[in-house]
Structure formats: structure tokens, C-alpha cells
């Protein structure tokens, strides 16, 4: 659960190289062609695709973990065993959600 909670803290600042491409890529399609090719080039690369994935699985990953935290909150599935299985809920659910929407989108 700890090492969880490490993740959840550090996937959220990491969210920010993704968000930051994003907006970079709508600002240059806002400002000329020449901006939003480069900016695209990047993007459409396996470096861009790669961190694009990277921020959609912490989002599922951040997701879940908050609706973990919810579930905690009101005290319910607090012993060891059933916060493993919640632990595990969230990272096996945050790649199987990333690969569902990779695959539909």
C-alpha cells in the first residue's frame, strides 16, 4: 500500500510532461502551420506516443487510486488482505482501462 501511495504522489507530477506537450501541440495549432507541424512531429513520434500513453495510464492509474482512497474513507476494506487486493485492483485496472482506451480511441 505504501509503495502505491509513492506512485500515486509521483505519477501525478509526472502528468505534468503530458499536459504540457498537450497544450504545447492545441497552442501551436493556434499560432501557424510551421509551429503545429513541428509540434506534431513530435507528437506523431514513438517518444510522443509513448509519454501521450504514459500520461493515460496515470490518469487511470490516479483514477482508481482516488476511488481507493474513497473506499477507505468510509472505513470499509481496511485490513491487509482486502487492501492488497484493492492495491492490485488499481494497477491492474489502470492498464487493462489504457489499453481499452488505446484500443477504441
Same mark, same amino acid.
Given at each position: ?15 505534468? %510532461?503530458? %499536459?504540457?506537450?498537450? %497544450? ?14 513541428? %509540434?506534431?512531429? #513530435? ?27 474513497? #473506499? ?34
Amino acid at each position: 500500500s505504501r509503495g502505491l501511495g509513492d506512485v500515486y504522489k509521483r505519477q501525478g507530477n509526472a502528468l505534468i %510532461v503530458g %499536459v504540457i506537450l498537450f %497544450v504545447s501541440w492545441l497552442l501551436a495549432a493556434a499560432t501557424s502551420d510551421a509551429s503545429f507541424r513541428a %509540434v506534431n512531429a #513530435i507528437i506523431s513520434s514513438w517518444f510522443g506516443k509513448l509519454i501521450l500513453i504514459g500520461s493515460l495510464w496515470a490518469l487511470w492509474y490516479h483514477t482508481l487510486a482516488g476511488i481507493r482512497h474513497l #473506499i477507505w474513507d468510509h472505513a470499509v476494506w481496511l485490513d491487509i488482505r482486502k487492501s492488497r487486493l484493492l492495491g492490485w485492483s488499481v494497477v491492474i485496472g489502470s492498464f487493462a482501462l489504457t489499453f481499452l482506451t488505446v484500443l477504441f480511441l
